[in-house]
């Protein structure tokens, strides 16, 4: 079973850029497609887009302009980065594997809380 | 855009059974996946495409998908069901590609 776990500030001025980072563990990081999910405080759940590890991205198209995901295949870790964040990016986000064939999202990682606050 | 409407909240007795909806254009036409999340934790997968429970979910969660409804049912409902439960499709052709419901929180009363 694949493990994952976010890090990164739990603060973020805004204009500033989020960057945070997913680590993989028990699993193949080749595997899998890798998401950026995340949740405002009290919110539903938004795709944020993901990657494979051919390198090929998917984003959706509301964040595309100011998303980048990206995977270190040596560090078997995964990295979104947001720019020009405002307090409508606060939320918890959380990264999440999905089998190379499969639509759904089959492990999550605990989550990690950013807040854009000056 | 595509949109997933959910209840905001459904309740349920110990040991009845409930029933959480998710309507969206034609949703019969694709799959549709369903997660738990209990307060302060990930979104646990407990049916995919439609119907299939993943390892270790119990039986008593199902699902069902027919026209522009999506249902997941949970039989004889437990404290430990208290939850949000949200559905999930996928469609290469929708503006974005992943799509989750509104959420419904599911009380036990």
């Known amino acids: 079973q694949v493990q994952l776990q976010e890090s990164g500030p739990g603060l973020v001025k805004p204009s500033e850029t989020l960057s945070l980072f997913c680590a993989v563990s028990?699993?193949?990081?080749?595997?899998?497609?890798w998401n950026w999910i995340r949740q405002p405080p009290g919110g539903g759940l938004e795709w944020i887009g993901n990657v494979f590890y051919s390198g090929s991205t998917s984003y959706n198209p509301s964040l595309k302009s100011r998303v980048t995901i990206s995977l270190d295949t040596s560090k078997n870790q995964v990295s979104l980065q947001l720019t020009s964040v405002t307090a409508a990016d606060t939320a918890v986000y959380f990264c999440?594997?999905?089998?190379?064939?499969?639509?759904?999202?089959?492990?999550w990682g605990q989550g990690t809380l950013v807040t854009v606050s000056s | 855009s595509y949109v997933l409407t959910q209840p905001p909240s459904v309740s349920v007795a110990p040991g009845k059974t409930a029933s959480v909806t998710c309507v969206g254009d034609n949703i019969g036409s694709k799959s549709v996946y369903w997660y738990q999340q209990r307060p302060g934790q990930a979104p646990l997968l407990v049916i995919y495409y439609d119907s299939d429970r993943p390892s270790g979910i119990p039986e008593r969660f199902s699902g069902s998908n027919s026209g522009n409804t999506a249902t997941l049912t949970i039989s004889r409902v437990e404290a430990g069901d208290e939850a949000d439960y949200y559905c999930q499709v996928w469609d290469s052709r929708l503006d974005v590609a992943y799509v989750f419901g509104t959420g419904t929180k599911v009380t036990v009363l």
């Open positions: 999440a594997s999905q089998e190379g064939v499969s639509y759904y999202f089959d492990n």
């Open positions: 028990d699993g193949s990081i080749r595997s899998y497609y």
